[in-house]
């Protein structure tokens, strides 16, 4: 057998090998962490903030149509008894057809114009050190193509997905012999049931926008890297994700108790349940953006793997024949 620095010139396995260690040296120096990119932080949540408010603008012209004449506002919604409340839900359902038309259209242009800072974000996470506007900028255009693909895909898929699990499993709960309570109850499971998938498609998505950006992937390689990486540690993935998922749900709803307990009677207390909400959705942001780092700990972990997997596996010259 050959000596190792004779083999090492012509061995393939050696050359790549040696095409690795630049990725293997990039790993081993680490990812930031959320917290040390505050500025791509800030961004993200400035811009999820702003199309919150754009979004939300026309119910709120149209609520204030109809109370904004009061002299207590929109504090009269919630007084006790509800007659306000269920007077706006009776005059609502008049205009719920062109709402729900504003509210969608909104919130999809929101969505595909926020792949930008997103973008942003993900290159900021994606290798330590100082970054230039240059470089971030270069990186995130780069991606914005398979990161447009990636979303449109995934959406697409998230729709029929919970399509399948929610159409025949509304019309089966309407037809059990049971009381109406027990009929929303099966409805509320089944929709439980359909989050499930929908859940799933996500982290697989967030998994390939982490290869697009961080490893400049097309769209096809960048949905197997994110395949490995669920299949190699399917766990962490999942509690990464959902453990962050449930502090921001829970950071949300610590923000409209606080517009709830500040109410919106005086300009102070106006001003004391808007910065509740901001803070909620900075904590939102934020919490974003550490499972994104996670993810690209997850893609790294699979990355290191993969690569080991190829260096104790014999290559055939070296294969002793019979």
């Not at 930031?32 to 119910?59: D, M, N, Q």
């Not at 766990?235 to 500040?262: F, K, T």
Request: proline share 6%; charged share 15%.
């Amino acid at each position: 057998m050959s000596a190792p620095a004779e083999r090492g010139a012509s061995d393939p396995g050696s050359q790549g090998a040696a095409v690795a260690e630049p990725g293997r040296a990039r790993r081993a120096a680490g990812r930031p962490a959320a917290h040390e990119r505050p500025a791509a932080v800030a961004l993200y949540f400035g811009y999820r903030a702003l199309a919150s408010l754009v979004v939300a603008a026309p119910l709120s012209v149209f609520v204030a149509q109809i109370v904004g004449e009061y002299p207590r506002g929109d504090a009269i919604l919630f007084d006790p008894g509800g007659l306000m409340l269920s007077e706006l839900a009776r005059l609502s359902a008049h205009a719920a057809a062109a709402l729900a038309t504003q509210l969608g259209l909104g919130t999809l242009l929101a969505a595909a114009l926020g792949l930008l800072p997103l973008a942003v974000l993900l290159a900021a996470l994606s290798q330590r050190g100082p970054l230039s506007a240059q470089d971030l900028g270069g990186r995130a255009a780069r991606a914005l193509g398979p990161l447009a693909l990636l979303w449109g895909v995934a959406l697409a898929a998230q729709v029929a997905a919970a399509a399948l699990v929610l159409l025949p499993g509304t019309k089966l709960c309407a037809e059990l012999p049971i009381l109406p309570r027990g009929r929303d109850l099966a409805a509320i499971a089944v929709a439980v049931v359909a989050l499930v998938p929908v859940a799933a498609i996500a982290l697989l998505h967030d998994l390939a926008r982490v290869a697009v950006v961080g490893e400049q992937r097309g769209f096809y390689t960048a949905v197997s890297r994110g395949l490995d990486a669920l299949r190699d540690a399917p766990l962490a993935a999942v509690w990464a994700c959902a453990s962050r998922g449930a502090l921001a749900v829970v950071a949300l709803a610590g923000g409209a108790l606080g517009m709830h307990l500040a109410g919106v009677s005086t300009g102070p207390r106006v001003a004391a349940a808007l910065a509740a909400q901001l803070a909620a959705l900075a904590a939102a942001a934020y919490l974003r953006a550490s499972w994104l780092a996670a993810a690209f700990r997850l893609l790294d972990r699979s990355a290191e793997r993969a690569e080991e997997f190829l260096d104790i596996r014999p290559h055939p010259r070296n294969v002793a024949r019979p």
